[in-house]
């Protein structure tokens, strides 16, 4: 039987595992998808903390990429977007 593990409030398909260069995993669920000067981000949840990660994104047919070597500019432009979006959703609830 497998173990239930703790999803925090997402779905199982809105969870993914990243994988760092030390060899160490954290799972993240995917706050969303948003677009800045038409390129796509990414927000992430590790689980279980209240940390975002913001990271380009690219998706593709069958998979998709994280792109963590954003600019200076890219990331505050990234993180004004966000939070303007997180903003507006408080407001409507």
Same mark, same amino acid.
């Given at each position: 039987?497998? $173990?239930?593990?703790?999803?925090?409030?997402?779905?199982?398909?809105?969870?993914?595992?990243?994988?760092?260069?030390?060899?160490? $995993? $954290?799972?993240?669920?995917?706050?969303?998808?948003?677009?800045?000067?038409?390129?796509?981000?990414?927000?992430?949840?590790?689980?279980?903390?209240?940390?975002?990660?913001?990271?380009?994104?690219?998706?593709?047919?069958?998979?998709?990429?994280?792109?963590?070597?954003?600019?200076?500019?890219?990331?505050?432009?990234?993180?004004?977007?966000?939070?303007?979006?997180?903003?507006?959703?408080?407001?409507?609830?």
């Amino acid at each position: 039987m497998a $173990e239930d593990k703790e999803l925090y409030g997402y779905e199982e398909d809105d969870i993914i595992t990243l994988e760092y260069d030390n060899g160490e $995993e $954290e799972e993240c669920g995917i706050v969303g998808v948003f677009d800045v000067d038409g390129k796509d981000y990414i927000a992430l949840n590790p689980l279980g903390t209240g940390e975002v990660y913001i990271y380009g994104y690219k998706e593709y047919e069958e998979d998709f990429e994280l792109i963590d070597d954003l600019t200076d500019e890219e990331f505050e432009k990234a993180i004004k977007e966000f939070e303007g979006l997180i903003d507006a959703e408080l407001v409507a609830d």
